[in-house]
């Protein structure tokens, strides 16, 4: 009976832990281009500052699933930033527009970049938020998005791709990142070519950038994302193993940055 008991009371001191998770809507500028981010801390991991985590959206923009990693990653003792690049209520509404509005950026790394390091001012005028010990993730679109804020000389600990486009458009920039870099792949990813691959890896070389790149066998674009559907066939798939194999790299990854 003790032990039932026992269990019942850490039950709910463990909710209760969750719940002291604390979110909310941050709205900025891009001159006149509004911008809505999502904050997440936990107050009670904050009474001196702690590292903080900017997280870059994939192509659909800022969503539920952005939001619940800056929830998982403040439970880490984080505060964690979801930035937005669209802009407040620019989201796609298929994959047809996503491809268009993405590829705005992608074509236009002087905004992409601007826009990148907005968010980042945001999370660092975060409330609790050590600006020595700073790390960004992304997603797909936003893995791309960590590799362009690092090439723009951001002054970031650290950042993480998961399954993102991993080209080198300008190799010359490589000479401007200060971060080490951990890139998260899914092996079996058709829409990131080996090409591609072996330009960044000399760019980053040529650099002497901190970098390394785990490979997830039977993994496909997007492995981190429930909402793709397990259907390899389509190059877009949720495989939960790289999933959790990931984010557990992505931890000890901090931990060697914040320690």
Known sequence: MRIVFALLIAGICFSQVQA?????????QDGDVT?????????AAISDPVPG??????WMGQTEYER?????????????FAL?????????????????????????????????NLGLQQLLSQKGVDADQIAAIGYCFGGKGVLELARS????DGVVSFHGALDSPSPEDGENIKAKVLICHGADDPFVPEADIDAMKK???DANVDWQM??????VHSFTQPMAGNDNSRGAAYNAKADHRSWVAMKAFFAELFE
């Open 20 to 28: 002291e998770v604390q979110t909310k809507q941050v709205t900025y």
């Open 35 to 43: 911008l809505e981010g999502f904050v997440a801390w936990d107050p």
């Open 53 to 58: 985590i900017l997280v870059v959206h994939q």
């Open 68 to 80: 619940g990693r800056c929830k998982q990653l403040a439970e880490l003792g984080y505060v964690a």
């Open 84 to 116: 937005d690049i669209y802009g407040k209520g620019n989201r796609p509404a298929n994959p047809q527009e996503a491809a268009k509005l993405s590829g705005t950026f992608k074509n236009n790394s002087a905004l992409y970049r601007q826009r990148l």
């Open 153 to 156: 000389g951001a002054n970031v």
């Open 203 to 205: 760019e980053f070389n």
């Open 214 to 219: 785990i490979y997830y066998s039977g993994a």
